[in-house]
């Protein structure tokens, strides 16, 4: 989704003039009906229809937080055939001119099950293919981390991905990574960054006619099962079944939703592969779905996502359960926990399942250290294992990294950046995304990520304990670190510059009591970060809040962090609770000094 700061106007013209141009140029029947419709509404004197066609043609869709991201419809500014046309042709421009003549480029193309997907990445091989491109296309939908594990597997320059992973059904997607001879050791088979989004960019014409814009018939490679096959071999590795574990493997119960996206094939291989057999898919959200009929939005974290998969882990007795979001590049879970004598169902956040893997990722990392092996998957450092996350996540991975003697980085928000953190061995966000291996797939990995949980649950079960028990344990070694969120949505992006226009004219002097000792604009960047456009407050008591406007929503986003010391074991409640409620005091204070009502 475009920023404010990246929004390119599109060529001015008559509006009217420049919709029927489009309708001439497209080759989607269908759209070029649609937007046939809009325009005889719109000349006819309808008001919506001219605000719809003023929105569409305002400006072209740029890589944002999430690469490209809109609805499907007509103009450049949604999601059709004919932006992702000028979109290939901008990247095989980028990748010829980095080649400079020495080398052919390469390029792999993935799609999931979402409308257009397929067509989408066949589009954009054909575009690829004819610009000289020695393009691939995988062979079927699959999830992300299978297309960015292929980017490094084949070495390829660039890797495109079909998906807009979570969004609701009526939107597409387009991620471009960028490998092999493109880009540095620390960036292949990541996604884009400044400025290489903007080289990409500088390459997308929109001022000359589509037909300029060769399609090959054919030349490219459609991939068989090879590449699957392989990332379902290496993720296994990561964490295989042994005589030691099997039996503990064997024991745990888990129920799997791929949420009506393309994981739950290549999760359930991995799950048979390591020897999990008591594994229970939510047979109505098991196969590909672009309507995603059952849930009100694709997106575990959203209210009543969840749902069918707790009912079913209800049923079969469940130890856990595992969701992918529709793309696999996220894993979300939810544990048994005993309630007024009955058992309900906690969903973990993305912060407990940071720390959990983090913890035990850290402990492997230590037993393979001593036994001068190396971590299957984490990547190569001189001066050690380096674990990250961003700025928005909870601090408690910093605590734990130091704990084990692993060095320890915090990246701006979204995994172009973590995955970027050279040396990097585990990184993630508090948004459900975690990269456990990152020689395999430089990107968050819901699938690698959802093994390794369950590996951890299976073990802490077999020793009767769980990973409630063990958040529990992390508690008292370093404190209760108790996260949350405060969302405000706007009808305007001005409204998002307005409110960071207060905060940073009146900053809050205290948060839940406690005085604010250090406010940092984050605009300015510094040694650590880039620039971005975020406030930082840290308290005398340690409570931190950072404010960003969101990158793929019309929201301002605030994310808030208050620390608890344990004294002992039998203080863990009471230190909970004292976090809890300065929780909403800070949530309370940071709505007042915004000047809004509380919201989620």
Not at 177 to 185: C, E, I, K
């Amino acid at each position: 989704m475009s920023t404010p700061e990246d929004v390119r106007p599109y060529p001015p013209v008559d509006l009217l003039e420049e919709a029927r141009r489009w309708i001439a140029e497209d080759p989607d029947p269908a759209t070029a009906a649609e937007l046939t419709g809009l325009v005889e509404a719109a000349a006819a004197g309808d008001a919506t229809a001219r605000a719809d066609l003023e929105d569409r043609f305002a400006t072209t869709l740029e890589f944002g937080t999430a690469g490209l991201r809109a609805a499907l419809a007509a103009g450049p500014n949604r999601m059709n055939r004919q932006v992702v046309r000028r979109t290939a042709a901008g990247l095989a421009a980028f990748l010829l001119r980095t080649a400079g003549g020495q080398y052919t480029p390469r390029a792999v193309v993935g799609f999931d099950g979402r409308y257009n997907s397929e067509v989408f990445a066949e589009e954009t091989v054909a575009v690829l293919t004819a610009a000289g491109i020695d393009a691939s296309l995988l062979p079927r939908t699959l999830p992300t981390p299978v297309l960015a594990r292929a980017v490094r597997a084949l070495d390829a320059e660039a890797g495109v991905m079909v998906t807009a992973s979570h969004n609701p059904p009526q939107d597409n997607g387009y991620k471009v990574y960028l490998g092999g001879r493109a880009v540095d050791a620390d960036g292949r088979g990541a996604q884009i960054v400044a400025p290489l989004d903007a080289a990409i960019a500088a390459g997308i014409r929109y001022d000359g006619a589509l037909d300029s814009i060769p399609l090959a018939a054919s030349g490219w490679t459609v991939r068989g099962e090879e590449l699957v096959d392989r990332y379902v071999r290496d993720v296994v590795a990561l964490s295989p079944a042994t005589a030691a574990n099997r039996g503990e493997r064997a024991d745990l119960g888990i129920v799997l939703t791929s949420m009506h996206g393309v994981g739950g094939d290549t999760m359930q291989r991995v799950f048979d592969g390591a020897g999990f057999t008591r594994v229970s898919p939510v047979a109505e959200q098991a196969e590909p779905d672009p309507d995603f009929s059952t849930v009100a939005f694709p997106n575990p974290e959203e209210p009543g996502a969840m749902d069918l998969a707790l009912a079913r882990a209800a049923e079969v007795g469940a130890d856990l359960v595992i969701a992918n979001d529709p793309d696999a590049d996220r894993c979300a879970a939810a544990v048994p926990t005993a309630v007024d004598g009955g058992t309900d169902w906690r969903m973990l956040r993305g912060d407990d399942v940071g720390a959990l893997l983090g913890e035990s990722l850290a402990a492997r990392l230590g037993a393979a250290r001593l036994g001068g092996a190396r971590l299957g998957g984490a990547a190569d450092a001189a001066d050690g294992p380096v674990f990250a996350n961003s700025i928005v996540s909870s601090r408690l991975l910093g605590r734990i990294a130091a704990r084990h003697g692993i060095a320890h980085r915090e990246t701006l928000t979204g995994f172009k950046w973590i995955a970027r953190v050279p040396g990097l061995a585990y990184g993630y966000e508090e948004a459900l995304g975690y990269c456990v291996a990152p020689g395999l797939v430089r990107d968050k990995d819901g699938i690698s990520a959802a093994l390794l949980l369950a590996d951890l649950a299976a073990g802490l079960k077999a020793a009767g304990r769980s990973l409630l028990d063990e958040l529990d344990r992390l508690a008292l070694e370093h404190g209760v670190y108790a996260t949350d969120q405060l969302s405000v949505r706007v009808a305007s992006l001005d409204e998002l510059g307005a409110m960071m226009r207060r905060l940073r004219a009146e900053p809050p002097r205290g948060l839940a009591g406690s005085e604010v000792l250090t406010s940092l604009d984050l605009q300015t960047g510094s040694a650590a970060l880039p620039p971005t456009d975020a406030l930082l407050y840290l308290t005398a008591d340690d409570t931190r809040v950072i404010v960003r406007p969101s990158g793929t929503e019309p929201k301002l986003k605030c994310y808030l962090e208050v620390v608890e010391p344990v004294a002992a074991p039998d203080g863990l409640a009471d230190a909970r609770g004292r976090a809890a409620e300065r929780l909403a005091r800070v949530r309370t204070d940071v709505a007042s000094a915004l000047g809004v009502a509380e919201q989620r």
